[in-house]
């Protein structure tokens, strides 16, 4: 579709710290990516690698449930989590392919690198990613509207009805398709991190189960697929369809764009049919004006001449 070839691009968010796991480490975090899938399908997490000489190995954990899901290093590795997942390395980067989703596999996973400094073994936190794994017959969570169509510089509310009425999950607004990353998180303290891109930009409430964000002043880079999406202990990473927003000067580039075109091609095709008509216009004004040849007859008189001094009337009786 034409909007989809319109929309453009926005930055990413940091990851919320009280998501990270109990553990000594230095938070070295990188970025976080939002990969969003359906059930059946296989996603692709990518784990940078630094590639010293100090590096021991590298894990891929899920984070919230402190669970190891691949171990890498040069000497050995163990990637066959679940008989599902396939590892490969790519120069300086680890590829961890995850196969036959299950919603289970609806997580944040941590890229977490083990590094030797002094003899000791250090663990350094990478890159974030989230994994949204949705069901092919209903989501997880509720959220409305389906569709968002607003003008630039207007504004959009999104509701989330969550799983629980306790304020005790963390909570998440997540860019999936075009530019993914998280917009919002709210932990169970009520302490809220926002992406740079929305930080004066958007207001979130919540009262029982039911959360509201909205989002102000909108311009065509915030055109997306935002999900919901909850933490809930003991269970995994709850999301909902989501809201697709298409901010409408999106469209109005390409319909201006598209309409330039069309003009362009209308003022050359009448720079055409006004050259041709001049052509044929001075074809005939030459036509008109050329000088005609006068029609000349000839009539050969030496014969009549010639007969009148030849015939004689015979005057003999």
């Known amino acids: 579709m034409l909007w989809m070839l319109c929309l453009p691009n926005a930055s990413l968010f940091l990851l919320l710290l009280p998501c990270f796991p109990a553990q000594d480490g230095e938070g070295n975090e990188q970025s976080t990516d939002v990969i969003s899938a359906w059930e059946g399908d296989s996603v ?39 008989n599902r997942t396939t590892c490969s390395k790519e120069g300086e980067t680890l590829r961890i392919t995850l196969h036959r989703l299950q919603q289970s596999d609806s997580e944040i996973y941590l890229c977490s690198e083990i590094v030797k400094i002094n003899d000791h073994p250090k663990e350094l936190y990478g890159k974030t990613t989230i994994v949204l794994v949705k069901a092919k017959s209903s989501g997880a969570l509720e959220q409305s509207p389906l569709l968002a169509n607003p003008e630039r510089g207007q504004s959009v509310s999104i509701t989330c009805v969550l799983s629980s009425s306790r304020e005790t999950e963390t909570f998440h607004l997540l860019r999936a398709h075009v530019q993914p990353g998280r917009v919002l998180s709210v932990s169970h303290l009520n302490v809220s991190l926002v992406s740079p891109a929305f930080g004066n930009r958007s207001e979130y409430s919540r009262e029982g189960n039911r959360a509201v964000i909205t989002l102000h002043n909108l311009q065509e880079e915030d055109s997306d697929n935002y999900i919901c999406a909850e933490e809930v202990k003991g269970s995994s990473l709850l999301s909902a369809r989501g809201t697709m927003v298409l901010v409408k000067g999106g469209e109005q580039v390409c319909e201006k764009s598209s309409w330039g075109l069309y003009a362009l091609v209308g003022v050359v095709a009448l720079l055409l049919c006004a050259l041709l008509c001049c052509t044929f216009y001075r074809v005939d004004v030459m036509k008109y004006f050329q000088k005609k040849k006068p029609n000349v007859v000839y009539e050969d008189m030496s014969y009549s001449s010639r007969r009148s001094t030849l015939v004689r009337n015979n005057n003999y009786s």
């Open 44 to 82: 692709s997490i990518t784990c940078p690698m630094n590639g010293s000489q100090n590096q021991v190995g590298m894990y891929l954990r899920v984070i919230r449930q402190n669970l190891n899901v691949i171990y890498f290093s040069k000497e050995k590795y163990d990637c066959d989590f679940d």
